[in-house]
């Protein structure tokens, strides 16, 4: 029986979770989601190929939404993982340098190759209405002057546009990576402008932060646990104007470091405990 794009999209959630947790660097967490979900892309080629669709309807979910969540992933990590295998140095001018370009190119393979096409502007409004031509097998039109890579795809389980969605969810993914690699201050898409808002700064450690991020995630306090470490701290860099990249290392450290794994976190429980004893005490 083919899986539920719900079942499906919960077992990635599961696995982005684990991995976030129990890697120690985010070149060795990419890695391991790529394996993860090259896998599940297997296994559900082997589904889809082995099992024809009960409807037309069930075609057009499949290869509009599920197969497009799942390569989409695919790309964004090994794409993360490449940009992280390559990357010079752990920080200073040439790592902020480093980035920033690839942030350029991701902006201009988006002008050259996204924008400007009819279908993104067709999936980007929500249009059901050319569904039939883009997304059920057996339709590809070579006349449309395709790229290249059209002619490789397996006919039985592509429709050439459940690609271009991937690369449609892929993109936002990459955007939102390269965002949180680069210093707030550094970078004019990240730092919030209001000036009702400029004096709101992080004043304890980036590990405090850090230390309160990963007890959020693990708690589910957010999004009911529906969404992964690097969102989570994208906000609170957004928020704080604070840059965290050495995120995966610092958690790793302090798994392994002795006495209280979680001084902040203890500190805070202090902290308001102390504080409602004064507000009971007035």
Not at 79 to 86: G, L, M, N, Q, W
Not at 205 to 223: D, F, Q, T
Not at 228 to 253: A, C, E, P, W, Y
């Amino acid at each position: 029986m083919r899986r539920p794009l719900y079942k499906i999209a919960s077992d990635i959630e599961k696995e982005e979770r684990r991995l976030s947790v129990e890697t120690s660097t985010l070149m060795d967490e990419a890695y391991r989601m790529t394996t993860f979900l090259q896998e599940l892309l297997q296994s559900v080629k082997e589904d889809v190929v082995g099992e024809k669709f009960s409807s037309m309807e069930e075609e057009i979910q499949f290869f509009k939404q599920t197969k497009p969540n799942i390569l989409g992933k695919l790309i964004y990590y090994n794409k993360v993982f490449r940009i992280e295998t390559a990357c010079p140095v752990n920080k200073g001018n040439i790592y902020q340098n480093y980035f920033t370009l690839q942030l350029r190119l991701l902006k201009q393979e988006f002008v050259e190759h996204i924008c400007n096409s009819d279908f993104y502007r067709y999936y980007r409004a929500g249009r059901t209405d050319r569904d039939k031509q883009y997304f059920m097998l057996g339709n590809i039109n070579y006349h449309d002057g395709l790229n290249s890579f059209a002619f490789e795809i397996d006919p039985k389980f592509s429709t050439y546009f459940d690609y271009k969605v991937a690369k449609i969810i892929a993109n936002e993914l990459i955007y939102s990576y390269l965002l949180t690699k680069l210093a707030p201050e550094q970078n004019p898409d990240l730092v919030l402008q209001s000036e009702e808002t400029k004096d709101i700064i992080w004043t304890q450690s980036k590990n405090a932060l850090i230390e309160l991020i990963y007890a959020l995630l693990a708690a589910g306090a957010i999004a009911h646990g529906k969404i992964g470490i690097r969102k989570i701290s994208m906000v609170f860099q957004v928020l704080f104007r604070v840059s965290l990249n050495d995120i995966h290392n610092s958690f790793h450290r302090m798994k392994t470091r002795s006495g209280s794994r979680t001084i902040f976190i203890d500190q805070l429980k202090s902290s308001l405990e102390e504080y409602m004893d004064k507000e009971v005490a007035r």
